[in-house]
T-cell receptor, first 114, second 109 residues
Framework: IAGITQAPTSQILAAGRRMTLRCTQD?????MYWYRQDLGLGLRLIHY???????GKGEVPDGYSVSRANTDDFPLTLASAVPSQTSVYFC?????????????FGPGTRLTVL | GQNIDQPTEMTATEGAIVQINCTYQ??????LFWYQQHAGEAPTFLSY??LDGLEEKGRFSSFLSRSKGYSYLLLKELQMKDSASYLC??????????WGAGTKLIIKP
């Protein structure tokens, strides 16, 4: 693995189903982020984690949950998907929270909820 | 509230120069980032400004005026591969990035 990987690449999901988007990085970055990107809108922060074992809510956290059991993995779970969660989801990381380092992005997951 | 404004779309000619503007109003300021995003791909870092002035990096330059809440990205000697969206993002007082909606740049031969 080099950088950040996300899985799946794309997914079509029935409303009401549970779904976990996976994110793994091998850069030993402490801080990780989940964004959604919708047409005409900027990237919006869903949840973040400053270090393993801690998580925080971003701008649009409702309907999503995250966990950070270790440094490398930061999964995002939709407990009961709704059509408004149709979006492209990006995971990102940076070496340290509270710093001005650039964020590195995974390739994204395109999710469609019907 | 926090707000980042940038034009939705711009068109330029191969070999020319284009300037993409970004204005912002945020709670605190810890720097401004520009990212490039090709269609269907992830954003990639281009530049970071925290002090007023111009930062040059090859064909790309980024300018910041903190007093005016204004930045621009200048792309010189445009190439077809520069066709992409350019995202402006400001790091607020909590070190979170606030993102603009992006400017889609179309390069014509």
């Amino acid at each position: 693995i080099a950088g950040i990987t996300q899985a799946p690449t794309s997914q079509i999901l029935a409303a009401g189903r549970r779904m976990t988007l996976r994110c793994t990085q091998d850069m030993r970055h402490n801080a990780m982020y989940w964004y959604r990107q919708d047409l005409g809108l900027g990237l919006r922060l869903i949840h973040y984690s400053n270090t393993a074992g801690t998580t925080g809510k971003g701008e649009v956290p409702d309907g999503y949950s995250v966990s950070r059991a270790n440094t490398d993995d930061f999964p995002l779970t939709l407990a009961s998907a709704v059509p408004s969660q149709t979006s492209v989801y990006f995971c990102a990381s940076t070496p340290t929270s509270g710093s001005t380092n650039e964020q590195f992005f995974g390739p994204g997951t395109r999710l469609t909820v019907l | 509230g926090q707000n980042i404004d940038q034009p939705t779309e711009m068109t330029a000619t191969e070999g020319a120069i284009v300037q993409i503007n970004c204005t912002y109003q945020t709670s605190g300021f810890n720097g401004l980032f520009w990212y490039q995003q090709h269609a269907g791909e992830a954003p990639t870092f281009l530049s970071y400004n925290v002090l007023d002035g111009l930062e040059e990096k090859g064909r790309f330059s980024s300018f910041l005026s903190r007093s005016k809440g204004y930045s621009y990205l200048l792309l010189k000697e445009l190439q077809m591969k520069d066709s992409a969206s350019y995202l402006c993002a400001v790091m607020d007082s909590n070190y979170q990035l606030i993102w603009g909606a992006g400017t889609k740049l179309i390069i014509k031969p």
